[in-house]
């Protein structure tokens, strides 16, 4: 564990950090989309239809009353739950007072939910606290949570059905709706650009400053690529005084170009982040 404790090292000597998160982070906070034993535990009629894991059912089309089924306890669970996640405020912990952003493809607010600043945030793929009209009929999204517990509350669990009149529908058209979050081009994220541009803006001040910078990725792979695992190797590519922290328990490899300054941690993010909270090896 060398690289760890070099990495460590950096994390600790930076002034900055960026943090690019991807579903593996939430993953191992519990969050995990290719469980099949907890996917069994919330989905009974699904799990009985032959479905097995959370994944299988991102982009599934199905009749509207199986779907809300699905989403509306989905979302409660990964999204609603009222519940800290001690990952991410070890990860919090690990930040310390350091200026920081963050960049993450997860749409369950779990950074924000556990102390970290919802304005130093990107959330380029979405939220599931939001949702949207399909057509979509305007650029407005609305808060999710009177929609999710309506359908809870209409939901049958040995079915997976909500009642037909229960599925959720436009306030505006009355249009089929769906959470706001990147699953086709129907996709508004006008409310998200600002988190981009304080994120730009952050960066340029961090090359104008010349401090230094940990660019840490958890969890980000190749599902898509491009939107945080390349953009943080371009930024550590950017910014001479910046290093990157891969922690990535099956896609480690950093690029040749980048070799010399970055460290590839081939571990998954629930031990990295309890090692580097407790440095010493302590486990509790
Ligand atoms: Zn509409």
């Known amino acids: 564990m060398n690289d760890l404790r070099d ?7 930076a002034d900055r950090v960026l943090i690019t998160a991807g579903a593996g982070l939430s993953a191992a906070a519990g969050f995990d989309y290719t469980d099949h034993e907890r996917f069994a535990e919330l989905f009974p009629a699904l799990h009985r239809a032959g479905l097995r894991a959370r994944y299988e059912m991102i982009g599934r089309d ?8 699905f989403w509306a306890v989905h979302t409660k669970d990964i999204r ?17 007072d350091r200026d920081y952003f963050v960049m993450t493809s997860n749409v369950d607010q779990l950074f924000s939910r556990n102390g970290f600043d919802a304005d ?16 979509p009929c305007t650029r407005e999204v609305w808060p999710s949570e009177p929609i999710i517990r309506q359908s809870l509350d209409n939901y049958d669990p040995a079915t997976g059905k909500v009642s037909p009149e229960a599925i ?38 961090t090359r104008e400053s010349g401090e230094t910078l940990a ?11 491009g939107v945080i695992r ?18 990535n328990r099956d896609h480690p490899d950093v ?25 010493s090896g302590a486990s509790s």
């Open 7 to 13: 990495a460590a090292e950096w994390i600790t000597a």
């Open 230 to 247: 390349w953009p943080g190797e371009q930024v550590t590519r950017a910014l001479p005084n910046a290093r990157l922290i891969r922690v």
């Open 120 to 135: 130093r945030m990107y959330t380029p793929q979405g939220d599931y606290g939001l949702y949207q009209c399909l057509t």
């Open 255 to 279: 690029p040749d170009d980048l070799a010399d300054r970055a460290w590839a941690i081939a571990a998954d993010a629930r031990t990295v982040i309890e090692q580097l909270t407790h440095p």
């Open 80 to 96: 609603f739950n009222p519940g800290p996640s001690p990952l991410y405020e070890q990860l919090r912990g690990i930040v310390g």
């Open 215 to 225: 660019v840490v990725e958890i969890g980000a792979g190749f599902n898509t690529p």
């Open 62 to 69: 199905l009749p509207a009353e199986y779907l809300w089924g």
């Open 168 to 205: 959720p529908s436009c306030p505006n058209c009355g249009g089929r709706v769906f959470l706001n979050v990147y699953a086709g081009a129907w996709y508004i994220n006008d409310h998200f650009r600002p988190g981009l541009d304080r994120l730009n803006d952050w960066l340029a001040e």
